[in-house]
């Protein structure tokens, strides 16, 4: 149900888009559709891209609120430095605050909170620069994946079988700002659930064409295939409640997404907690949400509602 109903309840709203981080191209498709979304509903909404030009327009009083449609990290709105600061002017936004975003851009030490707690997630290796990276495979094993610790996108992300092709991933690797991860790879199906507000969407069993779920199958490619729900029964049940579970363990709140893999013999590992999801033609919550029964306007507003923090 929705809790408001007068789209001038939201007042004026910026959707803000783009920025300067590695996820710029995928932030603003999914700002035009949101935005697009928010006006066919009635909304007050205008797009604004990047975090200086909101801050600008937000010190001007020209916004009620803020619909925070930026991905990634470095300016790119999901890593908890935007949140502060509209924290500090009281401006509220939707998603996740402070702590929730810059514990789940931080993949390492999301598996740490979830480690700490006993929840299942892929054995890792904090790599700092400089580190011994072949160490770091021994301890591990093959096959592992090599990722940057802070992006989302899967971008700088590589499947390494083989010690000859460990030093290509770091380089890869290492074109991100900040540390990186190497955990192992859990060879089975990737899954993904969708959280809004307090409801646990369907589960989606993500199936690409290609080896796994790179940025070509995420954003480009036609041919990915999205089973939704993704399991059935109890084992449908146990996932989306392990989801809510990770979600809450790193202070996530409003909405978000969860991305897990599940190996042959059924046990579900949990990888890293989207803030802010993408929201273009292939994304995956609008997906999961059209199975519930909630087609994109409404995500949205739904969305958008989470802005109101007292009522959550």
């Known amino acids: 149900m929705r809790k408001i109903t007068d789209p001038a309840q939201f007042g004026r709203v910026a959707v803000v888009m783009g920025g300067s981080s590695a996820e710029r191209e995928v932030s603003l498709d999914s700002g035009r559709n949101v935005l697009a979304a928010l006006k066919a509903r009635g909304v007050d909404a205008h797009g604004i891209d990047g975090i200086p030009a909101l801050l600008d327009a937000l010190r001007a009083g020209h916004f009620a609120r803020v619909f925070n449609i930026l991905h990634g990290q470095h300016g790119g709105g999901e890593d908890g430095v935007l949140q502060g600061a509209l924290e ?6 939707t998603g996740s ?3 929730g975003s810059a514990l789940s851009m931080d993949k390492t030490r999301s598996k740490r909170v979830w480690q700490s707690l006993g929840l299942p997630t892929p054995k890792f290796v904090a790599l700092p620069r400089g580190a011994d990276v072949h160490a770091a495979a021994k301890e591990i094993g093959f096959p592992l994946i090599v990722k940057p610790a802070c992006e989302g996108s899967s971008v700088g992300v590589t499947r390494v079988f083989e010690e000859k092709d460990l030093d290509a991933a770091v380089e890869l690797a290492q074109k991100y700002p900040g540390d990186l991860l190497m955990e ?3 060879v089975g199906d990737e899954l993904t659930v969708g959280i809004l507000g307090r409801q646990v969407l369907p589960s989606i069993h993500i199936v690409p064409k290609g080896a796994f779920y790179d940025y070509n199958a995420k ?4 041919d ?5 729900p993704g399991l059935e029964g109890e084992a449908e049940a146990s996932l989306r409640a392990l989801s809510l579970e990770a979600f809450d363990a790193l202070g ?3 909405w978000g997404r969860v991305d897990v893999m599940r190996d042959r013999e059924g046990r579900n590992w949990l990888l890293e907690v989207n803030t802010a999801p993408g929201m273009t033609s292939h ?14 306007q409404e995500l949205c507003w ?3 509602e989470t802005s109101f923090r007292e009522e959550q």
């Not at 954003?219 to 036609?222: L, S």
């Not at 990915?224 to 939704?228: E, F, G, K, P, V």
């Open 219 to 222: 954003y480009i490619a036609e």
């Open 88 to 93: 500090s002017l009281h401006v509220p936004y």
């Open 224 to 228: 990915t295939r999205y089973i939704c």
């Open 184 to 186: 192992t790879l859990i």
């Open 252 to 254: 996530c709140f409003g």
């Open 97 to 99: 605050g402070v702590l």
């Open 283 to 296: 994304s995956l919550v609008p997906k999961a949400a059209a199975v519930a029964g909630i087609d994109y």
């Open 302 to 304: 739904r969305v958008l």
